[in-house]
């Protein structure tokens, strides 16, 4: 059976990927807004809710023009 530390080398990077997201998402949601589809309120619920999906949903559908 693997131990934990055996597979940080693998989450680590994993881990940091979705901090970048989800601040990325975050920053971008209050900067703006206008949003194709919903509000401010129930982007930043979907992103904190489901974070590694989150932010790439808001990314692709979310996202007004600026």
């Known amino acids: 059976m693997t ?4 597979l ?4 680590i990077p994993i881990i940091v990927l979705e901090l970048i997201l989800v601040i990325t998402a975050l920053i971008h949601i209050f900067r703006h807004k206008t949003y194709r589809f919903g ?17 790439v949903v808001y990314f692709i559908f979310g996202r007004g023009d600026d």
């Open 3 to 6: 131990q934990i530390s055996d």
């Open 8 to 11: 940080l080398p693998l989450l």
């Open 39 to 55: 509000n401010r309120v129930l982007w930043v619920v979907l992103v904190l809710c489901f974070q590694l999906i989150g932010p």
